[in-house]
């Protein structure tokens, strides 16, 4: 029974981090995207980061203050969350990547479990947090 104890106690304040992915299909030979700019999003360059990361595997973006025009063929919407242990970090973002129909065709979202707990990772840069989630969201989308 301790040693339950002592592995659930672990576990709840060790936190860890998930990545979930659905990745853009090649067959969409996407080359330009429109990102709706989410004013809500307070993270320190997030929006920049994410435009980079997508300029790194040849797809150019354009941000809108409000929705994109109808004439966008896909466009990116997100969010990105902060939690505060000493310091603000990051601690969830979502990306979504839809057609002009509205329809869902590349999704990614990284999440601290549990706020990341005694995780120094968690302290990690933005950067350092989204490129890769980005790289695996554009796989197929070879790195520039």
């Keep these: ?19 979930q992915v659905t990745p853009l ?11 709706e700019q989410n004013e809500k999003v307070i993270v320190p360059d997030f929006l920049d980061i994410v435009r980079s990361g997508f300029t790194q595997h040849g797809i ?3 941000v809108y203050p ?6 966008c063929d896909i466009t990116l919407t997100y969010t990105a969350t902060q939690h505060w242990d000493f310091v603000l970090f990051m601690s969830d973002a979502e990306l979504w990547l839809n057609n002009q129909k509205g ?6 979202q990284y999440h601290l479990i549990g706020g990341g707990g005694f995780d120094f ?6 950067e350092s947090t989204m490129n890769p989630v980005i790289d695996k969201m554009l796989f197929s989308y070879k790195l520039k």
Excluded at 4 to 19: D, F, M
Excluded at 66 to 71: E, L, Q, R
């Design 1 to 19: 029974m301790k040693h339950l104890i002592l592995a659930l106690s672990i576990i709840l304040i060790t936190g860890c981090t998930s990545v």
């Design 25 to 35: 299909e090649p067959s969409l030979s996407v080359s330009k995207i429109c990102i």
């Design 60 to 62: 150019e973006s354009e």
């Design 66 to 71: 409000k929705k994109p025009p109808n004439s």
């Design 103 to 108: 329809q869902q065709v590349a999704y990614a």
């Design 121 to 126: 990772s968690k302290w990690a840069s933005t």
